[in-house]
Nanobody, 123 residues
Framework: QVQLVESGGGLVQPGGSLRLSCAASGSIFSINGMGWYRQAPEKQRELVATITSGGNTQYGDSVKGRFTISRDNAKNTVYLQMSSLKPEDTAVYYC??????WGLGGRSVNDYWGQGTQVTVSS
């Protein structure tokens, strides 16, 4: 079984910074892409940033230049450094990973999600 556990959310003032972390654990053979998505109240979930196992990154237009995604493959962890935060960044942030995991039938590739962490940007 595989789990993604996020941490680092909270309340921050506009212009401030936060760093989110997401650690994968369990019967992991390998981790492919990892990423962050967010969902604000009454809005659809949207892409924040993704990173491949080789370190190639992609960002949503609204966060380019302000957020940085990175990963530590040895720790099975992905990070999201958020700077110059705006009230419109307020949302629940979800970690996502495509993981090849061991199971009873051998290895299988699945899409996993964390439980979400709240980020609130407000004065």
């Amino acid at each position: 079984q595989v789990q993604l556990v996020e941490s680092g959310g909270g309340l921050v003032q506009p212009g401030g910074s936060l760093r989110l972390s997401c650690a994968a654990s369990g019967s992991i053979f390998s981790i492919n892409g990892m990423g962050w998505y967010r969902q604000a109240p009454e809005k659809q979930r949207e892409l924040v940033a993704t990173i491949t196992s080789g370190g190639n990154t992609q960002y949503g237009d609204s966060v380019k230049g302000r957020f940085t995604i990175s990963r530590d493959n040895a720790k099975n962890t992905v990070y999201l450094q958020m700077s110059s935060l705006k009230p419109e960044d307020t949302a629940v942030y979800y970690c996502n990973a495509v993981i090849t995991a061991w199971g009873l039938g051998g290895r299988s590739v699945n899409d996993y999600w964390g439980q979400g962490t709240q980020v609130t940007v407000s004065s």
